[in-house]
């Protein structure tokens, strides 16, 4: 032991253990002996690698015991020995325990050693062991009070239970909180190397990289005392005698991160969202925005891929008009797959960081932009605009031409970022106000010319109008859309790729003008009834179809192109001149609300028309239309389980006032959720832009964390079995990072064990199996209920619908259940085709599904 009088200069770690065993503790004073010259931890020990350090244990000259270097105990450094002056201080009581005499034990401490003696000579290592938290507080305080501030340092907390569970993960962050409050000023970090917890418990059920880390404490003492001696000389590699490159080499706040969060402040305040998925050379931009998020209360909404960071940002903006920054690291730009393409055609506002390599990298690993490939060719040749930013020294010009970008409303704009500029440090002089918001873009006003022939269609045409809605405001849905419907006799239907817009309900109140979905799939049977007689479209004098806020995709329609333009009459509203239809009669290119409020003030229909009309609108009943939504068969149809489900959600939206976002993905389930089961409001529709299976999926998370009302998804095997499990995701957003659920998530995964729409269009054209193209193989989970410590998960198998059940568990906030719906497939009904309109299960079957059924004759004979 030292006894000069520069002792108390000497830097001095202090390692603290908790827990109620002795053997703990003791086991870590051996560990800590071992690398402090006691023992005989074999080649490496001393500068000359002879290992001649000795052990003692008398009393050091404050009154606590440590290892002296010298052989007599007296604790002066034996002669010659560089490696001598190390010293231990230890709250163990008794002799100082030995270290472990085991072959792989002096391997690890010999390591140690060799690389301590060189680069901490001098070190005292002072070991605090208390029984709870709040004793290695006290302890802490005590032994810094004694000494000179600024040279202490934290280097490990070392904590085992007091029983045989496992430590939860509250008790160990307030432990660290009381620490922390001890230290004070003193340099400490709580990381996974400088904080172990030791438990004799089992895994949990949740593994994640935590803040600390996490151990199965070890049976034999020699194998905990060399986890401990790695553990303490990985802290003095990493820590302690890197600090000062660490220090050199950091670069503070990013500039990008701050440019990019202060626009997106001023343009959305708290509503934008933060969407990641970690890389090395993003990591510190990724930190800076978590940072910013966390001050501002921004979302930040992470997924279990890139592809789901894009989902999850084009689900929230179709339903919230939330704009989206999404930072992902090099290579990855691809990763967003087609859903880039659905995010530019819903004109989504936001940005998109991706980094990659510098321009003149020699075939650079990751990189999109260098001689072999160019990724910005493929995001110009698909329409999304893009700016390279691989100048610090002009980033503020660059960041200025992306920001015209965004507001261009062209859809979200891609930053290819480089290192350089991922690295680029914020200023230190206070920063430059943003310009303000451009005006908003001139809209062309409703022409009084376009408007007369339409507004004479509302006031004294046909006795069949219906408005299929796209996307509506406030203003447009709240005040305008059912107000004209109530007034003029107008049915309402909401499309197949933008469900909910207007629904079934409103308010808790049913909506006697909503007739249902009209899409190329899933529409329902109330508006094809509405639109057709005897199986064909009624004549094209007696009806008229509005469009209000779509360009008329061909997912909007069940109709051929030859019906399009010649066998209805159609009225188009839209802003974008490039999207009005060539069939429209009416095209009407201007602002939906002023449009809307331009038909409110005009509207003068006739009591007797609208009499006429709200008696079609009546005739037209809401059935399922086909009878085996009646049979309890098991595997149940898709038909019986929406129907009954149907059933469910009505009581609850009835008597209980229960709203729900709906989400629907791509398949069989999605469209007969989409056609049969009564939505309060807008959902999120994979059917959206280019139908990719597993994006509605994908977007989940995003909007359970961020809605304020219950969450049903409605999953197909086939698109599951696409993409990753969201479970972890959810579970780790909530028990981790902060989020909640504030109503319940239900995720009913439909299991027919096949692609059912491929299945039927197959079906439908050969008197055959589909073959075994159209096969998914599913494996069944098993039934169970998880509590993840704050997100309880259960999983089960529903083979029935009982309704009272169902009803119960739809209502549990802050809940998720995984269902598992096992479905027999068949080929009817639900909107499949409009041919299944001449199913023989039809409430009303016209002449000509006979004359199609009838067999043709023999042929005559030559």
Same mark, same amino acid.
């Given at each position: 032991?030292?006894?000069?009088?520069?002792?108390?200069?000497?830097?001095?770690?202090?390692?603290?253990?908790?827990?109620?065993?002795?053997?703990?503790?003791?086991?870590?004073?051996?560990?800590?002996?071992?690398?402090?010259?006691?023992?005989?931890?074999?080649?490496?020990?001393?500068?000359?690698?002879?290992?001649?350090?000795?052990?003692? #244990?008398?009393?050091?000259?404050?009154? =606590?015991?440590?290892?002296?270097?010298?052989?007599?105990?007296?604790?002066?450094?034996?002669?010659?020995?560089?490696?001598?002056?190390?010293?231990?201080?230890?709250?163990?009581?008794?002799?100082?325990?030995?270290?472990?005499?085991?072959?792989?034990?002096?391997?690890?401490?010999?390591?140690?050693?060799?690389?301590?003696?060189?680069?901490?000579?001098?070190?005292?290592?002072?070991?605090?062991?208390?029984?709870?938290?709040?004793?290695?507080?006290?302890?802490?305080?005590?032994?810094?009070?004694?000494?000179?501030?600024?040279?202490?340092?934290?280097?490990?907390?070392?904590?085992?239970?007091?029983?045989?569970?496992?430590?939860?993960?509250?008790?160990?962050?307030?432990?660290?909180?009381?620490? &922390?409050?001890?230290?004070?000023?003193? /340099?400490?970090?709580?990381?996974?190397?400088?904080?172990? !917890?030791?438990?004799?418990?089992?895994?949990?059920?949740?593994?994640?990289?935590?803040?600390?880390?996490?151990?199965?404490?070890?049976?034999?003492?020699?194998?905990?005392?060399?986890?401990?001696?790695?553990?303490?000389?990985?802290?003095?590699?990493?820590?302690?005698?890197?600090?000062?490159?660490?220090?050199?080499?950091?670069?503070?706040? *990013?500039?990008?991160?701050?440019?990019?969060?202060?626009?997106? $402040?001023?343009?959305? @305040?708290?509503?934008?969202?933060?969407?990641?998925?970690?890389?090395?050379?993003?990591?510190?931009?990724?930190?800076?925005?978590?940072?910013?998020?966390?001050?501002?209360?921004?979302?930040?909404?992470?997924?279990?891929?890139?592809?789901?960071?894009?989902?999850?940002?084009?689900?929230?903006?179709?339903? #919230?008009?939330? /704009?989206?920054?999404?930072?992902?690291?090099?290579?990855?730009?691809?990763?967003?797959?087609?859903?880039?393409?659905?995010?530019?055609?819903?004109?989504?506002?936001?940005?998109?960081?991706?980094?990659?390599?510098?321009?003149?990298?020699?075939?650079?690993?990751?990189?999109?932009?260098?001689?072999?490939?160019?990724?910005? =060719?493929?995001?110009?040749?698909?329409?999304?605009?893009?700016?390279?930013?691989?100048?610090?020294?002009?980033?503020?010009?660059?960041?200025?031409?992306?920001? &015209?970008?965004?507001?261009?409303?062209?859809?979200?704009?891609?930053?290819?970022?480089?290192?350089?500029?991922?690295?680029?440090?914020?200023?230190?002089?206070?920063?430059?106000?943003?310009?303000?918001?451009?005006?908003?873009?001139?809209?062309?006003?409703?022409?009084? $010319?376009?408007?007369?022939?339409?507004?004479?269609?509302?006031?004294? @045409?046909?006795?069949?109008?219906?408005?299929?809605?796209?996307?509506?405001?406030?203003?447009?849905?709240?005040?305008?859309?059912?107000?004209?419907?109530?007034?003029?006799?107008?049915?309402?239907?909401?499309?197949?790729?933008?469900?909910?817009?207007?629904?079934?309900?409103?308010?808790?109140?049913? !909506?006697?003008?909503?007739?249902?979905? +009209?899409?190329?799939?899933?529409?329902?049977?109330?508006?094809?009834?509405?639109?057709?007689?005897?199986?064909?479209?009624?004549?094209?004098?007696?009806?008229?179809?509005?469009?209000?806020?779509?360009?008329?995709?061909?997912?909007?329609?069940?109709?051929?192109?030859?019906?399009?333009?010649?066998?209805?009459?159609?009225?188009?509203?839209?802003?974008?001149?490039?999207?009005?239809?060539?069939?429209?009669?009416?095209?009407?290119?201007?602002?939906?609300?002023?449009?809307?409020?331009? !038909?409110?003030?005009?509207?003068?229909? /006739?009591?007797?028309?609208?009499?006429?009309?709200?008696?079609?609108?009546?005739? *037209?009943?809401?059935?399922?239309?086909?009878? !085996?939504?009646?049979?309890?068969?098991?595997?149940?149809?898709?038909?019986?389980?929406?129907?009954?489900?149907?059933?469910?959600?009505?009581?609850?939206?009835?008597?209980?006032?229960?709203?729900?976002?709906?989400?629907?993905?791509?398949?069989?389930?999605?469209?007969?959720?989409?056609?049969?089961?009564?939505?309060?409001?807008?959902?999120?529709?994979?059917?959206?832009?280019?139908?990719?299976?597993? #994006?509605?999926?994908?977007?989940?998370?995003?909007?359970?964390?961020?809605? $304020?009302?219950?969450?049903?998804?409605?999953?197909?095997?086939?698109?599951?079995?696409?993409?990753?499990?969201?479970?972890?995701?959810?579970?780790?957003?909530?028990?981790?990072?902060?989020?909640?659920?504030?109503?319940? +998530?239900?995720?009913?995964?439909?299991?027919?064990?096949?692609? *059912?729409?491929?299945?039927?269009?197959?079906?439908?054209?050969?008197?055959?199996?589909?073959?075994?193209?159209?096969?998914?193989?599913?494996?069944?989970?098993?039934?169970?209920?998880?509590?993840?410590?704050?997100?309880?998960?259960?999983?089960?198998?529903?083979?029935?619908?009982?309704?009272?059940?169902?009803?119960?568990? +739809?209502?549990?906030?802050?809940?998720?259940?995984?269902?598992?719906?096992?479905?027999?497939?068949?080929?009817?009904?639900?909107?499949?085709?409009?041919? *299944?309109?001449?199913?023989?299960?039809?409430?009303?079957?016209?002449?000509?599904?006979?004359?199609?059924?009838?067999?043709?004759?023999?042929?005559?004979?030559?």
């Amino acid at each position: 032991m030292d006894s000069g009088s520069d002792s108390d200069k000497r830097p001095r770690f202090l390692v603290v253990t908790v827990g109620s065993r002795a053997a703990f503790h003791t086991a870590v004073a051996a560990a800590l002996n071992g690398l402090t010259g006691g023992g005989n931890p074999g080649i490496g020990d001393g500068l000359d690698g002879s290992g001649s350090g000795g052990a003692g #244990d008398g009393p050091d000259r404050n009154g =606590e015991r440590g290892a002296g270097d010298g052989p007599d105990g007296s604790g002066c450094p034996a002669a010659g020995d560089p490696g001598a002056a190390h010293r231990l201080v230890t709250d163990v009581a008794g002799p100082l325990p030995a270290p472990p005499d085991h072959p792989d034990w002096h391997t690890v401490a010999g390591r140690a050693r060799r690389f301590l003696d060189r680069v901490v000579p001098d070190a005292e290592v002072r070991h605090l062991a208390a029984a709870t938290f709040p004793a290695a507080a006290g302890a802490l305080a005590g032994a810094l009070a004694r000494r000179r501030s600024g040279d202490d340092r934290l280097a490990l907390v070392l904590t085992e239970p007091d029983g045989p569970l496992r430590q939860p993960d509250g008790t160990i962050a307030a432990g660290l909180a009381l620490l &922390a409050g001890a230290l004070g000023d003193t /340099p400490h970090t709580f990381t996974s190397r400088t904080v172990l !917890v030791y438990d004799r418990a089992p895994l949990g059920r949740v593994l994640v990289a935590g803040p600390y880390g996490r151990r199965r404490a070890p049976d034999r003492d020699w194998v905990l005392a060399a986890d401990v001696a790695v553990a303490f000389t990985d802290w003095v590699q990493l820590d302690y005698a890197s600090s000062a490159l660490r220090s050199a080499s950091a670069t503070g706040r *990013s500039l990008l991160g701050e440019e990019l969060a202060a626009f997106l $402040d001023a343009r959305a @305040g708290a509503r934008w969202g933060l969407h990641y998925y970690t890389g090395s050379v993003v990591s510190g931009l990724i930190g800076d925005l978590e940072e910013h998020a966390a001050r501002r209360g921004n979302p930040v909404l992470r997924g279990p891929s890139e592809h789901s960071l894009a989902c999850g940002a084009l689900a929230r903006w179709q339903l #919230d008009g939330a /704009p989206f920054l999404v930072v992902v690291t090099s290579g990855m730009v691809d990763e967003f797959r087609g859903t880039l393409a659905n995010l530019r055609e819903a004109r989504a506002r936001g940005f998109l960081v991706c980094a990659d390599s510098p321009e003149d990298a020699w075939f650079p690993f990751q990189g999109t932009v260098h001689a072999a490939e160019d990724s910005r =060719e493929v995001l110009r040749a698909r329409g999304v605009p893009f700016h390279h930013l691989d100048d610090p020294a002009r980033l503020e010009e660059q960041l200025g031409a992306a920001y &015209a970008s965004f507001e261009e409303d062209r859809g979200p704009v891609v930053l290819l970022a480089t290192p350089a500029v991922l690295r680029a440090p914020a200023r230190a002089e206070p920063r430059r106000p943003l310009p303000p918001p451009p005006r908003p873009r001139p809209v062309p006003e409703v022409r009084e $010319d376009a408007l007369a022939p339409v507004m004479d269609l509302l006031n004294h @045409g046909p006795d069949r109008v219906l408005w299929q809605c796209g996307p509506l405001d406030a203003e447009e849905e709240e005040g305008l859309v059912h107000e004209i419907a109530s007034r003029a006799g107008v049915a309402l239907a909401d499309s197949l790729t933008r469900p909910g817009t207007v629904a079934r309900f409103r308010d808790g109140r049913p !909506v006697p003008y909503y007739l249902g979905t +009209l899409g190329l799939y899933g529409y329902s049977d109330r508006v094809h009834d509405f639109l057709h007689h005897g199986g064909a479209l009624r004549p094209r004098d007696e009806q008229c179809l509005f469009f209000l806020k779509s360009r008329i995709p061909e997912a909007a329609t069940p109709f051929s192109p030859r019906a399009l333009a010649r066998s209805l009459r159609i009225v188009q509203v839209t802003r974008e001149r490039a999207h009005l239809a060539p069939f429209a009669d009416h095209p009407l290119e201007c602002d939906a609300a002023a449009f809307l409020r331009a !038909v409110r003030a005009r509207l003068d229909v /006739p009591d007797a028309l609208r009499d006429r009309r709200e008696r079609a609108i009546a005739l *037209s009943r809401d059935s399922a239309s086909d009878v !085996v939504h009646t049979l309890p068969v098991r595997p149940m149809s898709a038909n019986y389980f929406f129907a009954r489900l149907g059933a469910v959600l009505d009581t609850l939206v009835r008597r209980h006032g229960y709203t729900w976002t709906g989400v629907f993905d791509v398949g069989r389930g999605g469209l007969s959720a989409i056609r049969n089961l009564p939505r309060t409001g807008p959902g999120f529709s994979g059917w959206y832009g280019r139908a990719l299976m597993g #994006d509605a999926l994908q977007a989940v998370p995003a909007l359970a964390l961020t809605r $304020d009302d219950n969450v049903l998804a409605f999953v197909g095997d086939g698109a599951a079995a696409l993409v990753p499990d969201i479970v972890p995701t959810l579970v780790q957003e909530v028990t981790l990072n902060g989020h909640r659920l504030a109503g319940n +998530l239900s995720v009913f995964r439909l299991v027919d064990g096949g692609h *059912s729409v491929i299945r039927t269009y197959r079906e439908g054209r050969r008197a055959g199996p589909a073959g075994r193209q159209t096969q998914v193989l599913h494996l069944l989970d098993a039934e169970g209920e998880t509590d993840y410590g704050g997100l309880t998960v259960t999983r089960r198998v529903l083979d029935d619908v009982d309704h009272d059940m169902l009803a119960d568990r +739809l209502r549990r906030p802050g809940a998720v259940d995984l269902w598992t719906v096992p479905l027999e497939h068949n080929n009817e009904g639900d909107g499949l085709s409009l041919l *299944s309109s001449l199913g023989w299960q039809r409430d009303r079957l016209p002449d000509l599904a006979f004359g199609m059924a009838r067999r043709p004759g023999p042929r005559p004979a030559r």
